[in-house]
């Protein structure tokens, strides 16, 4: 049997009708960032708690990746198949910016400051036959 297996644990609530990225927060000074770490970034202290910084975040800036990734980020496509996406910073609530993937909609061109959702979708296949599931960003469709 098939899993679906995330990318690697702690990075998005996982499986989940409707996932969340998870980050750390530091309980001493308040920084939070992502993905989560036990010691804060700012303050140095070694008092951080695991948090949601949630499904929406607003788009900080961005870049067309047009050349396949290399591994680790390998993905079950072939140079035929590939296709250009969006990678940028996303700025999710409470200012921390997540870097990610973004799916292109040419109905809706990628805009500085506009809504995207999170997304958890197949990576690749491992060799056990299992997906492997990365998040990216979409657009906020209204």
Known sequence: MTSQIAIQEGLFSWPSDHPELLGSRCQHCG????????DCRCCGQR???IVSL?????????????FMPKPPYATDETAESFTPYGVGYVEMP???RVE???QLNPAAPLTIGMPLDL????LRTDADG???????FKPVEE
């Open 31 to 38: 920084e939070a960032s992502f993905p989560s770490q036990p």
């Open 100 to 102: 990610g993937r973004i």
């Open 119 to 122: 997304v958890v979708e197949p």
């Open 94 to 96: 409470g200012g921390v």
């Open 54 to 66: 949630g499904h929406r975040g607003k788009l900080w800036t961005w870049t067309i990746q047009s």
């Open 47 to 49: 008092d951080t708690q």
């Open 130 to 136: 299992n997906q492997i599931m990365m998040f990216s």
